[in-house]
Nanobody, 123 residues
Framework: QVQVVESGGGLVQAGGSLRLSCAAS????????MAWFRQASGKERTFVAA????????NYADSVRGRFTISRDNVKNTVYLQMNSLKPEDTAVYYC????????????????WGQGTQVTVSS
């Protein structure tokens, strides 16, 4: 399985930007579609964005489309999430994981989750 370490979270004012990183293990990283999910306090984990193994296709939740950009560097085994125009409702712990597909409600490929990275957006 692909193991990950997320980083880059922090406290930012509404309208600000953050760039999250997800460092993944494994020599087969480029075979896997990868996704970001997030979980706000007291709520279920939800899909944010996904990217194909070769980076050719991307997909976003409606709530972040046009503000967030997912990308990957298969040489560095890293997935990124550039988050612009942040809103208080983006506050959550963000997780990355290998996923089943890019489109049509991507699901985690396994039950493995990293520790996540906290994003807090103040109003």
């Amino acid at each position: 399985q692909v193991q990950v370490v997320e980083s880059g979270g922090g406290l930012v004012q509404a309208g600000g930007s953050l760039r999250l990183s997800c460092a993944a293990s494994g020599r087969t990283f480029s075979r896997y579609a990868m996704a970001w999910f997030r979980q706000a306090s007291g709520k279920e984990r939800t899909f944010v964005a996904a990217i194909a193994g070769n980076g050719g296709d991307t997909n976003y939740a409606d709530s972040v489309r046009g503000r967030f950009t997912i990308s990957r560097d298969n040489v560095k085994n890293t997935v990124y999430l550039q988050m612009n125009s942040l809103k208080p409702e983006d506050t959550a712990v963000y997780y990355c994981t290998a996923c089943t597909r890019v489109f049509g409600s991507p699901l985690p490929l396994s039950n493995y989750w990293g520790q996540g990275t906290q994003v807090t957006v103040s109003s």
